[in-house]
């Protein structure tokens, strides 16, 4: 198992940018893919960036695709996701994950959630 702890979120004007963190404790990081989800208000939880096990592989949900940037440090532990030209529909918990062998917009994670962190755009 391993303990997911997301950071980085808060409020932002429209057009904006933010950097989210994830540290990840435990050896499994470096060897999973992993991922960047969200959940908006009335809405479940769903992935929208993915990175391979090295890093050399991304994906990313057409509504952040050319925007958001997913990256990895396996030296570290820890997961990134800068966010930049921000719009009110980014709203929503961010929480890291891995996907496995899932693809954007699934649901699953291989381990417990994180609290998640708050980002919050304004118009």
């Known amino acids: 198992q391993v303990a997911l702890v997301e950071s980085g979120g808060g409020l932002v004007q429209s057009g904006g940018s933010l950097r989210l963190s994830c540290a990840a404790s435990?050896?499994?990081?470096?060897?999973?893919?992993m991922g960047w989800y969200r959940q908006a208000p009335g809405k479940q939880r769903e992935l929208v960036a993915r990175?391979?096990?090295?890093?050399?592989?991304?994906d990313y949900a057409d509504s952040v695709k050319g925007r958001f940037t997913i990256s990895r440090d396996n030296a570290k532990n820890t997961l990134s996701l800068q966010m930049n030209s921000l719009k009110p529909e980014d709203t929503a918990v961010y929480y890291c994950n891995a996907p496995g062998t899932r693809g954007i917009g699934t649901t699953y994670g291989a381990w417990s959630w994180g609290q998640g962190t708050q980002v919050t755009v304004s118009s």
């Open positions: 990175i391979g096990s090295v890093g050399g592989s991304t």
């Open positions: 435990g050896s499994s990081f470096s060897l999973r893919a």
